[in-house]
């Protein structure tokens, strides 16, 4: 296929520390550099499909802002997962004005776990809400995603820094890493549990992807928070905007 794209980014999963790829943005446009791709998973997902879709760092920050978990998902009969998600569903179909992953301005590769199957797959094409649903879908926690009769769940599971998905077509990647170590402490409930269970798994599939990055940005300070702690949005947002200011400061980029 060749190099499409001159400058590729790469969002990693993470919860609310995603919001540390809003903040890179921001510093990255601040310096002319826009992207021409971007690939992501879970949080990453959720942030470059705002982003494609029209909103400025600043206005990704602010869709969350004063929000709580609760806001976005609603309490199950535990069965296949402890919450359901349609309000986020309802959140991203107010937000992004666009139906398809074709429509999108700046085009996007979404990471997913297809569950029945056991294997990381990359949505680039067709209905794209759902799609960005599915990467975020932490299991236990939410309900799994189905579509054309397969269930997913959150891609960060085999991959959650998607370096790998573009690295053959750009001639230069940036990666922005928001979850690059395990907290120390951890709640003893069901949620922090799986939390915690979640970042080994991410820190061991990340290891490659990182040496595929040109440039890798990675947002350590941000793993002091809690993963759905939507009280913090602007503190992870400014982390990850000095992060990469500093990142382009010694890249002289």
Do not use: W
């Amino acid at each position: 296929m060749g190099n499409k794209f001159k400058l590729g980014l790469a969002l990693s999963g993470g919860g609310v520390k995603g919001f540390a790829h809003a903040g890179a943005l921001k510093a990255m446009e601040e310096n002319g550099m826009r992207p021409d791709v971007i690939s992501g998973t879970s949080a990453g997902a959720i942030v470059a499909a705002l982003y494609s879709a029209g909103h400025s760092p600043n206005e990704i920050c602010s869709l969350f802002k004063a929000k709580y978990f609760n806001n976005f998902v609603e309490f199950n009969i535990p069965k296949n997962g402890l919450f359901g998600i349609s309000g986020f569903s309802k959140f991203l179909k107010e937000n992004i004005k666009y139906k398809t992953f074709e429509e999108l301005p700046i085009p996007i590769f979404v990471v997913a776990t297809d569950l029945d199957n056991g294997r990381s797959v990359t949505f680039s094409s067709g209905e794209l809400h759902k799609k960005i649903v599915a990467s975020a879908c932490v299991p236990v926690i939410f309900n799994p995603i189905e579509i054309d009769g397969i269930h997913y769940v959150d891609g960060g599971i085999f991959k959650n820094f998607p370096v790998s998905v573009i690295r053959e077509n750009c001639d230069k990647v940036i990666g922005i890493n928001a979850s690059p170590m395990t907290a120390e402490r951890y709640s003893k409930n069901i949620v922090g549990i799986a939390e915690r269970t979640y970042h080994f798994m991410f820190r061991a599939n990340t290891v490659e992807d990182k040496k595929m990055c040109d440039i890798l940005v990675e947002v350590e300070n941000a793993m002091q928070f809690k993963t759905f702690d939507l009280k913090k949005v602007d503190v992870i947002f400014e982390m990850g905007y000095q992060a990469m200011k500093n990142a382009i400061e010694v890249n002289s980029i």
